[in-house]
């Protein structure tokens, strides 16, 4: 027997249809149970659902009909931004329905002026008194416009669940039905009295939900606003150098490796490196950095930034769905897909409210027909339809889809990434961070100030071996060493099995001799006898990093480099302390070097020479005391941390398997990005709390009053539709916060 693990696929999917929570729920529900899907997330606000199943067992299509047989459209999402366009598209069709439905409703409005004393006395079209003018005006309404709420309720009872549009009709059916009732038998009213006909309110009741549903939408695109910015920022052409002239072709037709010419004022339409050139770049829309960065030949840029005055030569590495800017966009877009357990914990509430009210509705009929107003049905089937209206669970199903959209849109735009919305949720409760040394405090570009060579060898040729180890790898440390050859213009020979070791060293053969670099430690256990040294005590005491070189198995002398602290580190930790979140220092480095640097930024707990595994057991220690741990860290040997910690962030100059292990990613380099991060998650966490509690609260009281007979079917509709857009107004505030 095969013990293969199946083959899962994750998918984007564009689901329309949907009128509240409750919709979601359903799908979920339903799709959840199929063979072969290991997990789906439906997000009502946004209309996408992410499914992640094993496609060898569940083609995608199998899905989608499942979730069409439900009485919903979807469909594989391939342009991620084509939400967009259907929001516009949807936008336009409720206002059209909204409108034609105000003109028919309008009339049977009119009526309305009857009921309250102080406007009895405006004038009424007599047509507009007529029952059979009335029920004419009323069934367009409640029939052709309405058509599309029959629709939905008949699917959603079709397959035992209910959701808005099952209030909807219920309320609205009730109220028409009664009135046809009375037109078409009026005999059964009193002589000489006017028939208490109940259109207006059938038609006033569809026409408010069209118009909540068309402001909902509008809000809703607003909220898209961040995805598209992003979108905006990708080149669509480039200028490539082919021989000696200059193309300019789609960026399809650009490959790695390409020259692209890119000059003043436009966007760098991939990542790569400058050849030659200086130029002034803005990353603000892709990073949130406000001031300009320099470039100059061997730094790298990002697609999607703008260069302003210089221009440049780059050699094009990452292109298309490869870039930095691509990644980011497939980030922002993923947070929306996976949900917050908060958001679970509505969706559950919003799947119960509708049977629920349905109950309630039916009591307060029964309790008006039978107790309150006996024998009068009409005013009991108000009070009934004043409950089913008013008691839609929308406004919950919104609470907290737009606030993760509009929280991580706007993180995006300073830079943050973050994963999934669970992760946006949970970053606001980390109490304990952990900080990697070099590359997250300090620049993660050190400079070589010191080598001392021992025995026979000269301080060059320690150099010239060291760097020719060292060549082949990209950790700082060892590009310091080189600079510092390529600077004395030293003939760099040639190495062979080259082998790096996280944590420890590297080792490489250099003019058949075997080159050994790393910590003191390590040196030992391969053999070599390493004395202490009083050079090395005194440079780790100045914060640099030691390197002990050993070549033969003899050591030969050392090396020392200091990595200067990054401007913003001292303001982040100091902010971090502030807010009552213990900080630790965990590096590789010695632990000389490392209190150095931790005591000039603030750093009270110090893990020192802490290999990969040792930064997982520390924060695995934490973790078993109760602690909330991030783990923060840019290269390969803080991967296996990130990915053990609650909450992973990757400085996002640093290695890719560390960006990819991080759960956040910080894409200009800064601690401060992590202080705006949690930030920005404590703010949406309490954005959510309050929509949510307004949702319920709104709901806890609206219900009473009309079960009482205080609000009448079309304020208790006003109200509904009010509910839903103060939830998403809400939320769009989190755009303009600090």
């Given at each position: 027997?095969?013990?293969?693990?199946?083959?899962?696929?994750?998918?984007?999917?564009?689901?329309?249809?949907?009128?509240?929570?409750?919709?979601?729920?359903?799908?979920?529900?339903?799709?959840?149970?199929?063979?072969?899907?290991?997990?789906?997330?439906?997000?009502?606000?946004?209309?996408?659902?992410?499914?992640?199943?094993?496609?060898?067992?569940?083609?995608?299509?199998?899905?989608t009909d499942n979730i069409k047989r439900l009485g919903f459209d979807a469909r594989v999402e391939t342009n991620l931004f084509a939400k967009s366009a259907l929001t516009s598209a949807e936008c336009n069709r409720l206002r059209n329905r909204f409108l034609l439905s105000a003109c028919f409703t309008i009339p049977l409005l009119w009526t309305m002026v009857n009921h309250f004393h102080f406007t009895s006395g405006i004038w009424i079209p007599v047509l507009f008194l007529n029952p059979w003018f009335q029920f004419a005006m009323a069934t367009f309404v409640q029939f052709v416009i309405g058509g599309p709420f029959y629709t939905s309720a008949y699917r959603a009872l079709r397959h035992k669940s209910a959701n808005m549009d099952v209030l909807v009709v219920l309320g609205t059916s009730a109220a028409y039905l009664y009135s046809h009732y009375v037109v078409f038998h009026p005999n059964a009213t009193a002589i000489g009295q006017h028939p208490p006909l109940y259109f207006e309110t059938s038609a006033m009741i569809i026409t408010i939900v069209l118009l909540g549903k068309w402001l909902e939408a509008m809000a809703k695109k607003r909220t898209l606003h961040a995805l598209e910015q992003l979108h905006a920022l990708q080149a669509e052409e480039a200028d490539v150098l082919r021989g000696r002239t200059v193309v300019r072709v789609p960026l399809t037709e650009v490959l790695p490796g390409d020259t692209i010419v890119i000059k003043p004022g436009a966007k760098i339409p991939a990542d790569g490196t400058v050849i030659t050139g200086w130029s002034a770049i803005d990353e603000s829309l892709l990073t949130g950095e406000s001031q300009p960065v320099d470039k100059h030949s061997g730094d790298t840029v990002i697609g999607g930034t703008v260069n302003l005055n210089g221009t440049l030569h780059v050699k094009a590495e990452k292109i298309g769905s490869h870039s930095a800017l691509s990644h980011m966009i497939q980030l922002v877009v993923q947070a929306q897909h996976t949900k917050p357990s908060i958001q679970r914990h509505a969706d559950d509430i919003a799947e119960l409210f509708v049977p629920i009210v349905m109950s309630f509705a039916a009591i307060t009929f029964a309790a008006w027909e039978f107790v309150f107003a006996p024998g009068d049905f009409g005013e009991a089937l108000e009070h009934a339809i004043s409950v089913l209206v008013i008691a839609c669970p929308c406004a919950i199903g919104l609470a907290t889809p737009t606030s993760v959209l509009v929280g991580s849109g706007k993180a995006a735009k300073k830079g943050i990434l973050f994963k999934d919305g669970k992760h946006l949720e949970m970053l606001q409760q980390i109490d304990t961070i952990l900080l990697d040394k070099t590359g997250t405090i300090t620049e993660g570009k050190p400079k070589l100030t010191d080598y001392i060579a021992v025995g026979s060898i000269d301080e060059m040729s320690l150099l010239r071996y060291a760097a020719a180890a060292e060549v082949h790898s990209e950790h700082p440390l060892s590009r310091a060493v080189v600079a510092e050859a390529e600077a004395k213009c030293l003939a760099v020979p040639p190495a062979s099995g080259f082998q790096a070791f996280p944590g420890y060293g590297i080792r490489a053969s250099v003019e058949g001799k075997d080159v050994l670099i790393g910590t003191a430690q390590w040196l030992r256990k391969d053999g070599v006898k390493v004395h202490d040294m009083a050079e090395a005590v005194k440079f780790e005491s100045q914060g640099k990093t030691v390197l002990y070189v050993a070549i033969q198995g003899r050591l030969a002398g050392l090396l020392a480099a200091r990595d200067s602290i990054k401007a913003t580190s001292v303001q982040a930790i100091d902010t971090l302390r502030k807010w009552g979140v213990d900080v630790v220092m965990v590096t590789g480095d010695q632990e000389r070097t490392a209190l150095t640097i931790a005591q000039e930024v603030g750093i009270r707990s110090v893990h020192a020479g802490s290999l990969p595994d040792d930064k997982v057991k520390v924060l695995q220690k934490l973790q078993q005391a109760g602690r909330k741990v991030a783990m923060v860290g840019d290269g390969v040997n803080d991967a296996p941390a990130l990915a053990a910690a609650d909450i992973g962030v990757a400085i996002g100059t640093g290695a890719d398997i560390a960006v990819e292990a991080a759960d956040v990613n910080l894409v200009r380099g800064h601690l401060t990005g992590l202080t705006d991060a949690i930030r920005i998650s404590q703010k949406t966490m309490a954005n959510i709390k309050q929509n949510l509690s307004f949702a319920l609260i709104y709901n806890v009281l609206a219900i009473p009053l009309a079960v009482i007979g205080w609000l009448e079917p079309w304020m208790a509709g006003t109200a509904m539709a009010l509910s839903s857009i103060s939830v998403v107004s809400n939320a769009l505030r989190l755009q303009h916060s600090k």
């Open positions: 027997m095969s013990n293969r693990q199946p083959t899962m696929e994750r998918q984007s999917l564009s689901i329309s249809g949907m009128t509240c929570a409750a919709c979601a729920a359903r799908i979920e529900k339903v799709v959840s149970k199929m063979e072969g899907v290991h997990e789906i997330n439906v997000n009502f606000a946004l209309g996408k659902g992410d499914v992640t199943f094993n496609h060898t067992t569940t083609p995608v299509e199998q899905i």
